[in-house]
């Protein structure tokens, strides 16, 4: 028996520690107590409001670091971890310019937010049924006025129904924060691979290249706590100007 962050009491068979880590996820993903960057109670006071022992709650807490959901800073104490950069370590850069200590400042141009249905490979990474529905949202990229990409955004509409073109603009395009901030989803981290591809004639038109030009297309999964998808996104960009870089 475990007393909630939201005054609750919760019986379950699951582990303590399980319940301590669900009960900080559901208080986390509502943004009721904590936001990012927030600094948590200490052990001692987390395990005084669960009702359980302190080494309960830091395997707990153990989890949720692993996960990345937390963060741990010497000496200072357990922290929500910020949001993932939705571009992080990648970026582009003028290409061949492996010098460049900055990447180039990114504008994205929204395109379209329309409900759709997952295609069969779409659905399988997000764990949906073949066809399911979905959110899809469209953006252009562009670097000093000149597009070299396009972005295909695709979420299940049972964790985002009510996203419009309105939130998005609202959200000034930031993503992730958007996802916590009005749907509770928190993205932790993502995985990507990376493929040659070429434009189709949307792409092309979009893009002032050729259809069938080459491009580079990046296919990206971001995940919320306990590995569970929430996006799929497809980047398709142009590389013939601007490179895509991976900083590790």
């Known amino acids: 028996m475990v007393k909630s962050c939201m005054n609750r009491v919760a019986v379950s068979r699951a582990p303590l520690y ?20 927030d600094m948590l109670p200490s052990e001692f006071e987390l395990a005084d409001r ?13 989890e949720l670091v692993a996960e990345q959901v937390l963060s741990r800073r010497q000496g200072k104490g357990t922290f929500v971890a910020s949001y993932p950069d939705e571009w992080g370590r990648v970026g ?14 990114l504008q994205a141009e929204l395109l379209s937010c329309a409900r759709a249905n997952a295609a069969e490979s779409v659905a399988a990474a997000l764990q949906q049924r073949r066809g399911a529905a979905v959110v899809q949202v469209r953006r252009l990229l562009r670097i000093r ?21 309105r939130k998005i603009k609202q959200c000034g395009g930031a993503l992730y924060e958007l996802y916590h901030r009005v749907f509770g989803v928190r993205v932790v981290n993502t995985r990507e691979m990376a493929r040659a591809g070429s434009a ?26 306990a590995d569970r998808p929430v996006e799929w996104r497809r980047v398709v960009c142009r590389n013939d100007v601007y490179s895509y870089t991976n900083r590790l």
């Open 92 to 105: 582009f850069v003028l290409q061949d310019d492996f010098a460049a200590h900055e990447f180039e400042p």
């Open 50 to 62: 669960f009702g359980v022992s302190q080494g309960t709650v830091r395997k707990a807490l153990d």
């Open 200 to 225: 189709d004639r949307d792409e092309a038109r979009l893009l002032a290249v050729e259809a069938g030009a080459a491009l580079l297309e990046v296919v990206r999964v971001a995940y919320a706590a």
């Open 18 to 37: 399980s319940q301590v880590k669900s009960a900080l996820l559901d208080a986390l993903e509502a943004g009721s107590e904590w936001l990012q960057d």
């Open 145 to 165: 006025d000149q597009a070299v990409a396009v972005e295909d955004v695709i979420l299940p509409l049972d964790l985002f129904d009510g996203l419009d073109s």
